[in-house]
């Protein structure tokens, strides 16, 4: 009864009243990923309360905005688009050109790279992104709960993206790092380890429980990896081989299980042999999937099956090409896998590049790899924007249920205020999505890369809130 009353109470506050404060942005050009389509001189009104849209709508080009009432925002000499979302971040890393991973994880303090974190967020929004998706602390425990708090609460304390995370990824014992060299058999170094370890249906399903009541959005999965590594001074090519790391009972365990909870799964996995059984489960997204041939079959062929499918496709190239420097078989891989995925027109991707294993407010290097690579840059633009947020939304905006949800967010029923940050519509500039928009001088046809840079960024808003002007950060 308690609860009711309190959400009641809430829904009469956050009634938006005709005569709300709002402000006018006023967009030269606005990018609708919903019809792929740049629109010119788009006025959009937002709730200063709220943070929503409340209207967009066609404005004429030659006035000065005195016809509008409230605070106006001429941007009339950008293009706006959806801020843009990053599905596979990393924000308690930082690039390994500084540090490996082995030192950072096990050399520095969970309060320094927290505290790096905090800093990697800021330059995230900074660029452009004002969503992420966290997939793991790697060894630094549930301090992303922590720092979704000070991101993406009502009294957030430090500017950056709102912010999904998964707290400890999943592998099963002796698969993930760090590794001792002297006790070979213990999991870790001085206690700290790189993900949670579990073996059988029956750990998994605990792994699962455990971390979803920590508050994880997300569970992630190492369902393949370089698990003989330890053999590489003696058989290279075994040692680098990514293989298969839990059975089937124990992927559709971990499933099965985060799903009855309202909560979606995904997965590390690069090999062909284990995406199938992963697409059969339903996991809800793909990082990575760089390996898609076999001496039988093409990537065509492979993601022929991925067709039918609503798992994402998040390919981690930024990743790829940042570690071997756009050269070698791996990179090669990645490529041959992605083109295949353009080739059928697979149109169920969103832009995750592993940031953090390069410097993290360069997120948009992902987007930039797939143009190069002849992506369509209007559907990269989608992927990375409402893609985004299909790909990282709760299971709340799923199946039929989703459905009706969707049809009725123009009538302004998902204010913040009431279902939170992270389950308000973004990734779209439309009535009842949160105002969550970026603007760029750049032309997207001419020069995609330079459009989509940090640089060029110029202004950034996330939830209604001003964070970048006239190339200046406001925070």
Request: glycine content about 10%; hydrophobic content about 40%.
């Amino acid at each position: 009864m308690q609860l009711t009353a309190t959400v009641s109470a809430l829904e009469g506050q956050a009634q938006q009243p005709q005569s709300a404060a709002t402000k006018i942005v006023l967009a030269g050009k606005l990018f609708d990923p919903y019809t792929l389509q740049l629109l010119d001189n788009q006025a959009i009104t937002i709730c200063n309360d709220s943070g929503m849209i409340l209207d967009v709508a066609p404005f004429s080009g030659n006035g000065n905005g005195s016809e509008f009432s409230g605070e106006v925002i001429d941007l009339r000499h950008l293009t706006v688009l959806p801020g843009f979302v990053d599905t596979h971040v990393h924000f308690f890393i930082h690039p390994y050109a500084e540090a490996s991973w082995e030192e950072q994880v096990t050399k520095e303090t969970v309060v320094e790279r927290t505290i790096r974190a905090t800093v990697h967020a800021k330059r995230t929004l900074m660029a452009g992104f004002t969503t992420v998706r966290d997939l793991g602390t790697e060894g630094a425990g549930d301090a992303d709960i922590a720092l979704r708090k000070c991101l993406s609460s009502p009294g957030a304390l430090i500017p950056g993206p709102r912010y999904f995370c998964v707290t400890r990824a999943i592998a099963p014992t002796g698969t993930y790092g760090p590794k001792s060299y002297l006790h070979l058999n213990r999991e870790g170094i001085d206690g700290v380890t790189g993900v949670d370890a579990a073996d059988g249906t029956q750990e998994c399903i605990k792994a699962v429980r455990r971390q979803i009541g920590a508050g994880a959005d997300w569970i992630k999965i190492y369902a393949d990896y370089t698990v003989r590594s330890r053999a590489s001074g003696v058989s290279c090519r075994v040692g680098a081989a990514s293989m298969a790391t839990f059975d089937y009972d124990e992927l559709r365990a971990m499933i099965c299980t985060a799903h009855a909870y309202g909560v979606k799964v995904a997965a590390h996995a690069t090999n062909r042999s284990t995406i199938i059984p992963l697409l059969s489960l339903k996991v809800d997204s793909i990082e990575h999937a760089y390996d898609m041939v076999t001496p039988d079959s093409s990537a065509v062929e492979m993601f022929e099956e991925y067709i039918g499918h609503k798992t994402k496709y998040v390919p981690t190239l930024a990743a790829y090409y940042t570690m071997t420097q756009g050269k070698g078989e791996i990179w090669d891989r990645a490529v041959t896998s992605f083109k295949a995925a353009l080739e059928l027109d697979l149109d169920n991707i969103s832009c995750g590049g592993d940031t953090g294993v390069f410097a993290h407010g360069a997120n948009a290097l992902e987007l930039s790899l797939m143009v190069r690579l002849g992506a369509d840059w209007k559907k990269v633009l989608r992927w990375a924007t409402l893609g985004g947020w299909e790909c990282v939304r709760s299971r709340m905006w799923e199946g039929e249920a989703g459905k009706t949800r969707l049809a009725q967010v123009g009538e302004l029923k998902e204010d913040p205020r009431i279902v939170g940050d992270n389950e308000v519509p973004f990734g779209a500039v439309r009535k009842g999505f949160i105002a969550d928009l970026i603007a760029t001088p750049g032309n997207f046809g001419a020069d995609f890369e330079n459009a989509v840079s940090a640089e060029s960024i110029l202004f950034v808003m996330k939830g209604g809130r001003i964070y970048k002007r006239d190339g200046i950060p406001l925070v």
